[in-house]
């Protein structure tokens, strides 16, 4: 059975810093595409970054480029997301995912497995 839990969200000013962590359990993050999702209420789950099984491709949306980092440590089997320079617009619920076909993608609905998420808060 597969399980999915992130960490690492938090309060933080407007210019800080945060690194989430994603860890998972009965599958391998190197096996899967993962990627970064965040949503807020009343909003469609978005997608903000992914990562390709062998970890040497990366893909971000606009709005967090040059900001955010995704990375993993397979021998840890956990997912991070780097989050720099945050800002008020960033605040929502953040989640990873695992999508079992490689091609990357943005697109929720294409991800097989989900953690129940972490929230993100940034004060201005």
């Known amino acids: 059975q597969v399980h999915v839990v992130e960490s690492g969200g938090g309060l933080v000013q407007a210019g800080g810093s945060l690194i989430l962590s994603c860890t998972a359990s009965?599958?391998?993050?190197?096996?899967?595409?993962s990627g970064w999702f965040r949503q807020v209420p009343g909003k469609p789950r978005e997608g903000i970054s992914c990562?390709?099984?062998?970890?040497?491709?990366?893909y971000y949306e606009d709005s967090v480029k040059g900001r955010f980092t995704i990375s993993r440590d397979d021998a840890k089997n956990t997912l991070y997301l780097q989050m720099n320079d945050l800002k008020p617009e960033d605040t929502a619920m953040y989640y990873c995912?695992?999508?079992?076909?490689?091609?990357?993608?943005?697109?929720?609905?294409?991800?097989?497995?989900w953690g129940q998420g972490t929230q993100v808060t940034v004060s201005s």
């Open positions: 009965g599958l391998n993050w190197d096996d899967y595409l």
């Open positions: 995912a695992a999508r079992a076909l490689y091609l990357p993608s943005l697109e929720s609905k294409s991800y097989n497995y």
């Open positions: 990562l390709n099984w062998s970890g040497g491709s990366t």
